[in-house]
C-alpha cells in the first residue's frame, strides 16, 4: 500500500487542538481512500522553545526534509513577546520556510456557499470571490539585509530592508504566470512602485516574464489600491502577486472577505522537496485550551497537502466535502456562530467532520 510520511507540527495555542482534528480525518480518509499515512508529530515553536530552547530543533528541520509534506497548525505564544527576536517561536516559522527554500505561499480564498452571510462585505460583492494570493516567501523585507537596531547616545534607530533580486522576482512572478494561465488568466502584480525602487525592478521582471505569457493578462496595482480594491471588488481578482510583506498584509485582508480567518489554508511550496500546509490563522492564545477552535482551515489545509503535496486528488476532495457538508448542515464553531445555527466546540466539530466523511 502506498505510504505517505507526514510531519505533523502542532506547535502553540490552539494548534494542538486543531491537529487532534486533523490527524482523526486524515487517518480516516486515507482508509477510504486506500493509502497509508505515517503522522510523526515534532516540536515546533512555543512547545520546542520549552523543550529545547529553539523554536525550531534542528532535528525537526531534518525530519521534516525528509517527509513528504509537512503539516502545521499554528504558531505564536504571548509568554514569548519578550525574547530576543531569533528565540520567538515566529523565528522558527521563518527558519523552516528558509531552510525548506519554500518560496511561494499560495493563499486561495473562495467563498464557502453556506458562509456567504458571514461575511462583512454585501453577499453581493463576495458570492463569486475566487482569487489566489501567490505570496514570495523566502525574501523581501522579511529577510534583506541590512537589518538591527543602532543605538547613540540619545537615540535608537531600527530598521530593515526591503530587496529583492531578478532571479527571486522571476522565480515567484513564474509560479503565478502558471497559475494564472491555468485558472482564469489574469494576474494583478502588487507593488509600490511609485516610491520604492525594489518594487520598480519587480515591475519590470513580470513585464518581461509576461511576453513568455502572452494568455494572461497582467496588470499592475500599488499595494495601498489594492488593499481598497480588495474591499471595493473583490471579484475583480484571479490571482495576486506579491511580496513577502504586502501579501502578509493582503492575504488576511482577503481571509476576512469569507467571514472567517478560520476557514483558510495556505501552502508553502518550493522547487523541489516537501510542501508546508498551514492554515493562515495564528494560534489564537485568547481561547487555547478552552475547545472553542474553528477546525476547518487545518482540515482545508489537509486537504490542500492531500492534493498537492501528495497527489491524492480523491481524498482532497472528501476532505472539501466534508467541511461543505458540516456548514451545509448548520454546524458552526463560536467564531462563524449566528442566530439559528448550532454552535459546536473543535471537539465536536472534529465528530461531526468524521461522520460527514
Ligand atoms: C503568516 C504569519 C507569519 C508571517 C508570522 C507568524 C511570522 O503572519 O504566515 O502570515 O508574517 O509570515
Ligand atoms: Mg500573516
Known amino acids: 500500500m502506498l505510504q505517505h510520511k507526514i510531519a505533523l507540527l502542532p506547535g502553540d495555542g490552539i494548534g494542538p487542538e486543531i491537529t487532534s482534528v486533523a490527524k482523526m480525518l486524515l487517518e480516516a480518509v486515507a482508509k477510504k481512500n486506500g493509502f497509508e499515512i505515517r503522522l510523526e508529530e515534532m516540536l515546533f515553536g512555543g512547545a520546542a522553545i520549552d523543550k529545547t530552547g529553539s523554536p525550531l530543533p534542528q532535528q525537526t528541520l531534518e525530519n521534516c526534509k525528509k517527509s513528504d509534506a509537512i503539516l502545521l497548525a499554528a504558531i505564536g505564544d504571548p509568554r514569548f513577546d519578550n525574547y530576543p527576536r531569533e528565540k520567538r517561536p515566529e523565528s522558527g516559522l521563518l527558519s523552516l520556510r528558509e531552510g525548506l527554500e519554500l518560496f511561494a505561499n499560495l493563499r486561495p480564498v473562495s467563498i464557502r456557499p453556506s458562509l456567504i ?114 474591499i471595493r471588488n473583490p471579484r475583480q481578482f484571479d490571482v495576486l502577486l506579491t511580496s513577502n510583506l504586502f501579501g502578509d498584509i493582503l492575504s488576511d485582508e482577503a481571509a476576512m472577505l469569507t467571514g472567517s480567518i478560520g476557514m483558510l489554508p495556505s501552502a508553502s511550496l518550493g522547487s523541489q522537496g516537501p510542501g508546508l500546509f498551514e492554515p493562515v490563522h495564528g494560534s489564537a492564545p485568547d481561547i487555547a485550551g478552552m475547545n472553542k477552535a474553528n477546525p476547518m482551515a487545518m482540515v482545508l489545509s489537509a486537504s490542500m497537502m492531500l492534493r498537492i503535496g501528495l497527489n491524492e486528488p480523491k481524498a ?9 457538508k458540516v456548514l451545509a448542515e448548520g454546524f458552526r464553531t463560536n467564531d462563524l456562530h449566528q442566530e439559528g445555527f448550532t454552535k459546536l466546540g473543535c471537539e465536536e466539530m472534529g465528530k461531526e467532520l468524521l461522520n460527514a466523511l
Not at 194 to 202: A, H, R
Open 316 to 324: 482532497a476532495d472528501d476532505l472539501e466535502k466534508s467541511v461543505d
Open 117 to 230: 452571510s458571514s461575511s462583512s462585505l454585501k453577499p453581493e460583492f463576495i458570492k463569486e470571490v475566487d482569487l489566489l494570493v501567490v505570496r514570495e516567501l523566502t525574501g523581501g523585507i522579511y529577510f534583506g539585509k541590512p537589518k538591527g537596531r543602532i543605538k547613540t547616545n540619545d537615540n535608537e534607530r531600527g530598521f530593515n530592508t526591503m530587496s529583492y533580486s531578478t532571479s527571486e522576482i522571476d522565480r515567484i512572478a513564474e509560479v503565478a504566470f502558471e497559475l494564472a494561465n491555468a485558472r482564469k488568466g489574469k494576474l494583478c502584480s502588487v507593488d509600490k512602485a511609485n516610491v520604492l525602487d525594489v518594487s520598480q525592478l519587480w515591475r519590470e521582471r513580470v513585464d518581461l516574464l509576461s511576453e513568455k505569457h502572452p494568455k494572461v493578462e497582467v496588470q499592475h496595482l500599488y499595494v495601498d489600491n489594492a488593499a481598497m480594491q480588495l
